[in-house]
């Protein structure tokens, strides 16, 4: 007896800096998804307020103190996602009523921090966060790593799932952490998918005897500089966009990737609803020749610790 299930990567653009329009958005593609049969519906990192590209692609704006920097990470905290945020339930409820599972990666405010966070839609409970533990050197300049606390994993009928966003899966330890857990889906969420990524995706599936979706976006310069506007930017940072490269900055490339790392599907560069039924008895058969969390991994010679507690940075003491 099989047991099949049907995954979907909404490749697509988000609308960048402006939350509102970019929710309306994936909850629509999120439906569309749905209604194709998909069970699983993974988005790209970033995709709720879009890659800050100008980290990336031009070299001032990483400089200290920059104007245009410093005007486009205020928009992104007055724009961010904090705690049970409201503008969250059209896509709650979306996958409540279709009992779906819906992986999306976005920006959380957690007091005065930015924190890349993948969110977890799962029906009829609270949103799983994952906040990115380690970051790009770009990315260091605006946002905050995330603790081992929403280093989570959701049960669904079928299976386990779990997320990861770009440079982590680079993490041997977190990878580690990630296959005791025994995924069966894991979300690898990505700005967009180069050689090495696809590399990192396709060494996660076969380590990690997971069925792997693989999660870019697509992003072209006029459109952020559209959603700059949407979210109300007037300011020093519209000089700083000027000078982003011209055309396409992120090109997708999104893939399924099966238990032992083959290209079960993969899209091109433009917006695409990339679907496939996966067999989810592939991921035990797999373990026949590879377990990483039991035949191979010599607990009598390695251990690892993993400290799940939340860091808040301060702690009170009574007087």
Same mark, same amino acid.
């Not at 905050?144 to 959701?154: E, F, M, N, V, Y």
């Not at 995706?201 to 072209?220: D, I, N, P």
């Given at each position: 007896?099989?047991?099949?299930?049907?995954?979907?990567?909404?490749?697509?653009?988000?609308?960048?800096?402006?939350?509102?329009?970019?929710?309306?958005?994936?909850?629509?593609?999120?439906?569309?998804?749905?209604?194709?049969?998909?069970?699983?519906?993974?988005?790209?990192?970033?995709?709720?307020?879009?890659?800050?590209?100008?980290?990336?692609?031009?070299? =001032?704006?990483?400089?200290?103190?920059? =104007?245009?920097?410093?005007?486009?990470?205020?928009?992104?905290?007055?724009?961010?996602?904090?705690?049970?945020?409201?503008?969250?339930?059209?896509?709650?409820?979306?996958?409540?009523?279709?009992?779906?599972?819906?992986?999306?990666?976005?920006?959380?405010?957690?007091?005065?921090?930015?924190?890349?966070?993948?969110?977890?839609?799962? =029906?009829?409970?609270?949103?799983?966060?994952?906040?990115?533990?380690?970051?790009? =050197?770009?990315?260091?300049?605006?946002?905050?790593?995330?603790?081992?606390?929403?280093?989570?994993?959701?049960?669904?009928?079928?299976?386990?799932?779990?997320?990861?966003?770009?440079?982590?899966?680079?993490?041997?330890?977190?990878?580690?952490?990630?296959?005791?857990?025994?995924?069966?889906?894991?979300?690898?969420?990505?700005?967009? &998918?180069?050689?090495?990524?696809?590399?990192?995706?396709?060494?996660?599936?076969?380590?990690?005897?997971?069925?792997?979706?693989?999660?870019?976006?697509?992003?072209?310069?006029?459109? &952020?500089?559209?959603?700059?506007?949407?979210?109300?930017?007037?300011?020093?940072?519209?000089?700083?966009?000027?000078?982003?490269?011209?055309?396409?900055?992120?090109?997708?490339?999104?893939?399924?990737?099966?238990?032992?790392?083959?290209?079960?599907?993969?899209?091109?560069?433009?917006?695409?609803?990339?679907?496939?039924?996966?067999?989810?008895?592939?991921?035990?058969?797999?373990?026949?020749?590879?377990?990483?969390?039991?035949?191979?991994?010599?607990?009598?010679?390695?251990?690892?610790?993993?400290?799940?507690?939340?860091?808040?940075?301060?702690?009170?003491?009574?007087?």
């Amino acid at each position: 007896m099989t047991h099949k299930l049907k995954v979907a990567i909404v490749q697509d653009s988000p609308v960048p800096l402006a939350i509102a329009p970019g929710l309306d958005k994936a909850v629509a593609k999120a439906r569309e998804a749905i209604e194709k049969g998909a069970r699983v519906v993974a988005f790209g990192e970033g995709f709720l307020g879009g890659y800050p590209a100008w980290l990336e692609h031009v070299a =001032p704006a990483r400089l200290w103190d920059h =104007p245009g920097t410093r005007e486009l990470h205020a928009l992104m905290l007055d724009q961010a996602l904090s705690g049970e945020d409201p503008r969250f339930q059209p896509l709650q409820w979306t996958v409540d009523i279709a009992d779906v599972a819906v992986s999306i990666g976005g920006y959380e405010r957690v007091r005065q921090s930015l924190y890349a966070t993948q969110f977890l839609f799962r =029906p009829k409970a609270p949103v799983l966060r994952h906040r990115k533990l380690i970051l790009s =050197p770009a990315e260091k300049l605006m946002l905050g790593q995330g603790d081992g606390s929403t280093l989570g994993l959701h049960t669904a009928p079928w299976g386990r799932i779990g997320q990861l966003a770009s440079t982590e899966h680079w993490m041997p330890l977190a990878r580690a952490a990630m296959h005791h857990e025994g995924e069966t889906v894991h979300v690898a969420a990505w700005p967009s &998918l180069t050689d090495i990524a696809m590399l990192a995706s396709a060494h996660y599936a076969y380590e990690g005897r997971a069925f792997v979706l693989a999660a870019g976006t697509v992003q072209h310069k006029q459109e &952020l500089i559209a959603g700059y506007e949407k979210a109300g930017g007037d300011g020093s940072a519209r000089k700083l966009l000027d000078r982003l490269p011209e055309g396409q900055i992120q090109h997708g490339h999104s893939a399924i990737l099966a238990p032992d790392g083959a290209v079960i599907a993969q899209a091109g560069a433009a917006p695409e609803m990339l679907m496939a039924e996966i067999d989810l008895d592939e991921v035990d058969r797999g373990l026949a020749t590879m377990d990483v969390d039991g035949a191979q991994a010599r607990h009598d010679v390695f251990e690892l610790s993993v400290d799940r507690r939340a860091r808040a940075g301060i702690v009170e003491k009574a007087a």
